[in-house]
């Protein structure tokens, strides 16, 4: 009974691993933005599994999940913004070349 | 069984689609055609274009037509024939449509070729333009049906079919229809004349046999959304249920087949310009006035 | 349950498989399609897992939205056809053990906490689209009405972002910086 539970955790767990890595080891602002992704879907995989396996009587999973999702498409619609502003003023989004907008 | 029906339907409407394309374009009814022309296709040289990216090159026509026929998947041809009768099932038929885009981004990348990129990357700005003109006239017959489920919504039209209760939805849902399955005037990304064949160009032999049909079976699914969202799937007078599915969703699919033999392909920026500044804005307001006619009408 | 548990697994695997093969690759539309491919099977989960309408969902907005990422990165990669083979990363084995430490902790607690009871039947599904309905706009309509202020003020701030800057040139000409 509680072995669906555990792999649908263990999935969300390994995707978010995933996703840190990514998100820390990618120079590139967009590969840094897939990993964000990824460690979103992660969570997301670990909020329905919540919901379904522990609470499908609180619909509050559920909205919380839409809210993710949200969540998921105004970062990429801001930080693709960002990208495009970057790219027009030095050539690259790389995150290596970025230490003028540090401090 | 249903399946076996509902795919053969699927099809069968596909290659009468294809007798009345070349009736109009040659002028002669040949009912064999499309099955020869299918059978010379598989015989002919494959062509594979140099250093592709394989992947992408030889899943792309498969997943147009793996996309095409779930689209049909859930669509109702009478009360008891349906594949998959899903509790959320308008939505899923635009979930899979979504994935024309992802089949043609394949097409246009995979071939290592100019012409097929810049008709894939096309179809990504066509789908900025449609994307939302397609969604937002389903929400309003969801709303009119107070449900999801496609035989629901079928339900709800039994005295009044959608294309009478909701016309400025219907026509930004054909309109949109006509640009999601890339079909002229909307054919951008297989530009005929200007990219010398776009995302078809680098396929041969059984592959482009694949996109042929895929993007055939693509209008017929797009024709059978439409009658079930706006004609009234199968009420009629006298016929059986699943017969007026039929003559409806043919009917559909061979006008959007002629309506873009006479108009121009639209530029991509003009589409683009007129979806989001006119299309969203008639979208929300058809919400709008659905919401109000069926708050106040009994 | 044990053909659940089965399916889970196969989607599981399936997005894990994906998402690794996101940050292998260095062909950068491969790179994208991948993560698309891993969200579906991150949709398919849901499916699974008998939430129809979030499953729908993910599938539906993840095709557009990698795609679109599939475009960016496009254009502003330096080798977007990953023919040249060059290693983009940095600070390798810090992030290599931050993933592990994360995934690491994840997984404890998973394994570790006692959940309770595990709920054997879900509610059908046009039951929990309605249900979803009534919850989005009745309870928690707060939450609704933010998101949709806050959709919009992204939108709002990633045009304006984006957007090119118009200067005044000497001779009084308004010129678009490039």
Known sequence: MTAVLIVALLTGA????????????????????????????????????????????SYSGQMFVLVVMTVMAVEMAVGFGVAIARFRAIGSVEMEEAEDLKG | ??????????????????????????????????????????????????????????????????????????????????????????????????????????AGWGPNGAYAMIGGWRFLGQLIAYSMLIVMPITAVAMRAESLVNTAIVGSQADLWNIVYQPLGFVLFYIAAMALAFRSP??????????????????????????????????????????????????????????????????????????????????????????????????????????LLILVVP | MGAQAFFLAVFGLAAIGFGVAVFRTSSMVRSALALLFSQTAVGCMFLVMQTEFLGVLQIMMMATEMSIMAIFMVMFMMDPGGLGGMDMTHQKRFSIGAGVVAAGAAIAVALLADWGPVTVQAPAAAMQTRELGHEL????????????????????????????????????DKEVSE
């Open chain 1, 14 to 57: 390994i995707l978010f691993g995933i996703g840190v890595y990514g998100a820390l080891s990618q120079t590139n602002l967009v590969m840094i933005m897939m990993g964000v992704e990824l460690m979103l879907a992660g969570a997301m995989v670990n909020l329905v599994a919540f919901w379904r396996f522990l609470h499908p009587e």
């Open chain 2, 1 to 106: 069984m249903t399946v076996a029906i509902v795919l053969l339907t699927l099809f069968g409407s596909a290659w009468l689609l294809a007798v009345i394309e070349g009736w109009t374009v040659t002028g002669r009814l040949q009912p064999a055609a499309p099955l020869l022309s299918g059978l010379a296709h598989l015989g002919r040289e494959s062509i594979v274009p140099r250093s592709p990216d394989r992947v992408f090159f030889e899943a792309a026509p498969v997943l147009l037509l793996v996309v095409a026929v779930l689209g049909a998947a859930v669509l109702p041809l009478a009360p008891d024939l349906v594949i998959a009768d899903l509790g959320t099932g308008a939505l899923f038929i635009n979930a899979a449509l979504a994935y024309v885009l992802v089949a043609l981004i394949m």
């Open chain 2, 186 to 291: 909307f054919d951008l990304p297989t530009a005929e004349g200007e990219l010398a064949g776009g995302v078809d160009a680098e396929y041969t032999g059984v592959r482009l046999a694949v996109l042929r049909l895929a993007r055939l079976t693509l209008v017929v699914t797009l024709a059978a959304a439409t009658t079930v969202f706006y004609l009234g799937g199968w009420h009629g007078p006298l016929l059986p249920p699943w017969a007026w599915s039929l003559i409806k969703t043919l009917a559909v699919a061979v006008s959007m087949l002629l309506a873009g033999g006479y108009l121009p392909r639209i530029r991509e920026a003009d589409l683009m310009r007129w979806c989001w500044t006119l299309g969203i804005p008639l979208a929300l307001l058809n919400i709008v006035i659905v919401g």
């Open chain 3, 137 to 172: 706009l009745g309870r928690s309509m707060l939450i609704f009405e933010t998101a949709g202020v806050t959709i919009l003020t992204a939108m709002i701030a990633a045009t304006a972002v984006a957007i090119p800057v118009q200067r005044l040139a000497d001779n009084g």
